[in-house]
């Protein structure tokens, strides 16, 4: 019986697991014809539904959203030494970095 709960538990993981990827495809894909249609709600719905899709995605395989959250950081500050043009330009990268300070 204990071996049958575990390969339910596996099959549930594993359909949760492409599920999500779907789901991460289709969210990118509503973002790439929102943004076509410049249609600034859609927009906001597409971008919020990649970023549940990827703190679950995390989840699924060990990392916590804090985590992630830590990574982007790192990954900000050094993108921000090297003089991305979305920094220098827009001062987008700092921006994002403030907000995840901020939480």
Known sequence: MATFRRDVDIGRQVKL???IKIELL???SALFRACHTGAEGLIADALSGIL???YILARRVGLSP?????KALEKLTKTKEIGHEAETWFGDLGAVENHLRGR
């Open 17 to 19: 697991m492409e599920w």
């Open 26 to 28: 289709d969210q990118v």
């Open 52 to 54: 549940i899709s990827v």
């Open 66 to 70: 804090g985590e992630i959250d830590r």
